[in-house]
């Protein structure tokens, strides 16, 4: 079955600095890689995705990239400010797509 | 749309007791999950319906766990009898495809078994 790490656990940056997490997944079949933003006392929340037929996708300041080839992903948040605060999660469908296999989580942290 | 609704949003109960958590997904959404989520195991998925019928139940720990969806509105998921394991947060989230697309997450049900 599918299984995704993710890393760093926690994440301090500078306000202003970029941000860079990074997750890698095991099932070549995968073709579907979300990232949700869990602020504190809510659910996650879609932040972006990115589908297997391209490399890289931007949303304003948030941008993911995947390398099929080595099976990683990356988001990347550049001009970070304090409102991005919070625990990032990649994921990968297994199987039929139903059930994504979750990262542990980065808790990222902006310095003011 | 209000968003997946789920209460209550704090329980507090004694070991042995029954809880029953409950959700009502977005209007139009097909698909149902039940998650797990603590420091430890991270998030897990519990049970999966879809169009009111559950199809993957193989993340319900044990039999103290069960789940329905009566309706397209409405989903319970009842712990009897609790657990001081079972101490988590469970959140209920809906989707309006069967096996791909963007899950919308309730702000979920923080239960403690004391």
């Known amino acids: 079955g599918e299984n995704v790490e993710q890393h760093p656990s926690t994440l301090s940056v500078q306000e202003g600095d970029s941000a860079v997490i990074k997750c890698t997944y095991s099932?070549?079949?995968?073709?579907?890689f979300p990232w949700y933003k869990q602020e504190l006392g809510k659910g996650p929340q879609l932040i972006i995705d990115?589908?297997?037929n391209v490399g890289e996708k931007k949303d304003q300041r948030i941008a993911v990239t995947l390398n099929k080839t080595a099976k990683h992903f990356s988001l990347h948040i550049t001009e970070t400010q304090p409102e991005d605060s919070a625990v990032y999660f990649c994921?990968?469908?297994?199987?039929?797509?139903?059930?994504?296999?979750w990262g542990a989580g980065t808790k990222l942290i902006i310095k003011p | 749309d209000a968003g997946v609704i789920q209460s209550p949003r704090h329980e507090v109960t004694e070991m042995g007791q029954e809880v029953t958590l409950r959700c009502k997904p977005i209007?139009?959404?097909?698909?149902l999950f039940w998650y797990r989520q603590t420091m430890m195991r991270g998030l897990e998925l519990l049970i999966y319906?879809?169009?009111?019928?559950?199809?993957?139940d193989s993340g319900m720990p044990e039999d103290r766990f069960s789940a329905k969806m009566p309706n397209a509105s409405f989903s319970t998921l009842k712990i009897q009898p609790s657990e001081p394991r079972d101490s988590a947060v469970y959140f209920c989230?809906?989707?309006?495809?069967?096996?791909?697309?963007?899950?919308?997450f309730g702000e979920g049900s923080r239960l403690t078994v004391l």
């Open positions: 319906f879809n169009n009111n019928v559950p199809i993957d």
């Open positions: 989230a809906s989707r309006q495809g069967a096996n791909t697309g963007e899950l919308f």
């Open positions: 990115i589908r297997s």
């Open positions: 099932d070549s079949a995968s073709n579907y």
């Open positions: 994921a990968a469908p297994q199987g039929s797509n139903y059930q994504l296999i």
């Open positions: 209007s139009g959404h097909n698909s």
